[in-house]
Nanobody, 120 residues
Framework: KVQLVESGGGSVQAGGSLRLSCAASRLTYVTYLCMGWFRQAPGKEHEGVAGIHTRDGTTYYADSVKGRFTVSRDNAKNTVYLQMNSLKPEDTARYYC????????????WGQGTQVTVSS
């Protein structure tokens, strides 16, 4: 069973920053090649935001967040982070992590996620 726990969400004003964390079980972290961040805004479908290959640290981003968000990992802690800077109201969403490669949403069993709210 994939075990992932998201945390770090909150409410900030536009231009602010937040850092999200995704803690995985050791088994999950070493089994899967990638960890990705996704989000779902109210009334919208899930969309891919960013991801990282846990073994070599290669990262990738959606165009909408490039230059503002940074994904990183701590292999010793089995944890992946999403540093979000220069937040915009359109970043408001519930954010989820998933043990998948790429930003395409398919066959993902979502966890609880963590809410990010950006006010203008």
């Amino acid at each position: 069973k994939v075990q992932l726990v998201e945390s770090g969400g909150g409410s900030v004003q536009a231009g602010g920053s937040l850092r999200l964390s995704c803690a995985a079980s050791r088994l999950t972290y070493v089994t899967y090649l990638c960890m990705g961040w996704f989000r779902q805004a109210p009334g919208k479908e899930h969309e891919g935001v960013a991801g990282i290959h846990t073994r070599d640290g290669t990262t990738y981003y959606a165009d909408s967040v490039k230059g503002r968000f940074t994904v990183s990992r701590d292999n010793a802690k089995n944890t992946v982070y999403l540093q979000m800077n220069s937040l915009k109201p359109e970043d408001t969403a519930r954010y989820y992590c998933a043990s998948v490669c790429g930003l395409v949403v398919r066959d993902i069993l979502w966890g609880q996620g963590t809410q990010v709210t950006v006010s203008s």
